[in-house]
């Protein structure tokens, strides 16, 4: 089948078979097409291999500012030399008469020992006819001159300040390959249309795959009667680590683990009788002496739980089914299975005769509906959740069983200086481990590297 062409690759392809190197410009010229047309023809005979491009690039010096002065003036050492031609002067004599360029002029009249020092006076050394860059100054003079045509006379301007201009000038170069330079143009082919051709690929806009699983996420719980809380991302140590019992000399505090804000305190952490209670039971359970001011610290939330515990602490229910997700952060080094920063869901169930077993029945219930079915729980411990249980799924891909989930119920030392007189059912995980599971992807960094051939291909949640 003979090739078809727009009438802007003819009109190209007949211009650089008569004169078969071109510019840009001068196939403007030749063809009386716009620059952007010409453009986007070479482009096309270039994907089709019908053409070539040669890139070249020209420097061009110009004079700048102290080179201009020297042009018109002479070098600041020409003009020190020329004072001392008939006879010998004095430094101050010299410094008033070329001012600001007396510094400069007397260096490199010492260093090239153009020069002589007799006490105070100053006079002719041995000095050549051409100073180093007087030629190349002479003929750059006011215009634009290509650095190859100058010579190495240009070397001492370059490393002088404001010397000298250096403009880099990119050309571009257009040929035909030796296939394009035999195809004859007819009009028998103007206006044709190939109707075989592919048409463009167009992707249309969607969620991002691992939005598309929180939100999958949040459908679920609020169909299992859950209600979603939310809550800041900086928070107080107090609610972040002391209203869960984690002792305030916890490895987990420290800055390695931690993101703490800079300077900044809260002021009001809770109520006075939360801070009393929450710090008596720190002594009673750790014997140490409680710091406040390690409660006041600001960090970035390790976890959401301080969400949930806040709530039920602020509204003591009877009865709770509420869940909280979002970001969270821990100082982590960045790896397959680790980030900085992820989104996590957790939650908790609050009700007179709630038990671990119906805090089972949720979370099974819960992996169902996403998608997984092969599950089963190990016992664990959490620092602020006993008993306490960790969820292991099956992956089928890697064969083996993974973990997921931690799960418990919040320790009488969490929810009694709270004032929380009900058993809480707590679980919680990242869900960035949900989504491997769903997309089959062995590195969590797969989720933020932005790879559009991948994005697009992946199916929307079911």
Same mark, same amino acid.
């Given at each position: ?11 190209i ?10 510019s840009?410009?001068?196939? %403007?010229k ?9 453009r986007?023809?070479? %482009? ?11 890139e ?11 080179g ?28 008033? &008469?070329? *001012?600001?360029? /007396? *510094?400069?002029a ?7 020992? !153009? ?13 050549p ?10 003929k750059?003079?006011n +215009?634009?001159?290509?650095?190859? %045509?100058? *010579?190495? $006379? ?7 300040? &404001?010397?000298?201009? &250096? ?17 004859k ?8 249309? $190939? ?11 969607r ?14 719980f609020?169909?299992?009667? #859950? ?30 683990d931690? #993101? ?24 009673? +359970? !750790?014997r ?13 939330r ?15 229910? $009877? ?31 609050? +009700? ?19 998608g ?5 729980? !190990? ?14 799924v ?10 997921? /989930? ?14 929380? $007189? ?7 995980? *990242? ?9 089959g ?12 051939n !991948? ?6 949640c079911?």
């Amino acid at each position: 089948m003979p090739q078809v062409f727009h009438e802007i690759e003819k009109k190209i392809i007949l211009s650089l078979q008569d004169n078969q190197k071109q510019s840009v410009e001068s196939l %403007e010229k030749s063809t009386g097409l716009s620059s952007d047309q010409v453009r986007r023809g070479i %482009e096309w005979l270039r994907l089709k291999n019908l053409a070539t491009i040669d890139e070249s690039h020209t420097t061009l010096i110009s004079l700048g500012k102290n080179g201009l002065e020297s042009f018109e003036k002479g070098l600041p050492e020409r003009r020190l030399l020329d004072l001392l031609k008939k006879d010998p002067k004095k430094i101050q004599d010299l410094q008033k &008469e070329l *001012g600001p360029v /007396f *510094g400069p002029a007397m260096g490199l009249a010492r260093k090239n020992n !153009w020069i002589e020092t007799n006490n105070d006076m100053i006079s002719v050394g041995n000095c050549p006819a051409n100073l180093p860059g007087e030629n190349a100054l002479q003929k750059i003079g006011n +215009g634009k001159i290509p650095k190859n %045509e100058i *010579g190495e $006379d240009l070397n001492p301007l370059l490393k002088r300040p &404001e010397f000298v201009v &250096e403009d880099v000038i990119k050309s571009k170069e257009v040929s035909l390959s030796e296939e394009a330079k035999s195809i004859k143009i007819t009009d028998d082919s103007s206006g044709a249309i $190939d109707v075989e051709a592919s048409t463009p690929q167009i992707f249309v806009a969607r969620t991002h795959p691992l939005k598309d699983t929180i939100d999958e996420i949040r459908e679920i719980f609020v169909a299992l009667g #859950f209600s979603e809380i939310v809550g800041n991302m900086a928070q107080s140590s107090f609610w972040n680590f002391d209203a869960l019992f984690t002792p305030q000399d916890h490895p987990a505090r420290e800055l390695q683990d931690t #993101f703490y804000l800079d300077n900044v305190n809260a002021k009001n952490i809770a109520t006075a009788e939360q801070i009393r209670n929450v710090s008596k039971s720190h002594k009673k +359970g !750790w014997r140490y002496l409680w710091d406040i001011n390690e409660a006041r610290k600001m960090v970035l939330r390790t976890h959401t739980t301080c969400v949930t515990i806040r709530h039920l602490a602020e509204h003591k229910p $009877d009865e709770a089914r509420v869940f909280s997700l979002g970001r969270v952060f821990r100082n982590e080094k960045v790896s397959y299975k680790h980030l900085v920063e992820f989104n996590q869901v957790e939650g908790v169930v609050v +009700g007179k005769n709630t038990t671990l077993r119906d805090l089972m029945g949720i979370q099974r219930e819960f992996y169902k509906r996403i998608g997984i079915t092969k599950i089963k729980f !190990w016992p664990t411990f959490f620092p602020y959740t006993e008993p306490s249980l960790q969820t292991m799924v099956y992956n089928d891909r890697l064969e083996k069983w993974v973990e997921l /989930f931690g799960m418990g119920i919040f320790r009488p030392e969490v929810t009694k200086p709270l004032g929380i $007189d009900k058993p809480v059912l707590a679980w919680g995980g *990242g869900i960035e481990r949900i989504a491997m599971l769903k997309f089959g992807l062995d590195d969590v960094r797969e989720f933020y590297n932005n790879d559009l051939n !991948w994005l697009r291909s992946v199916t929307n949640c079911q």
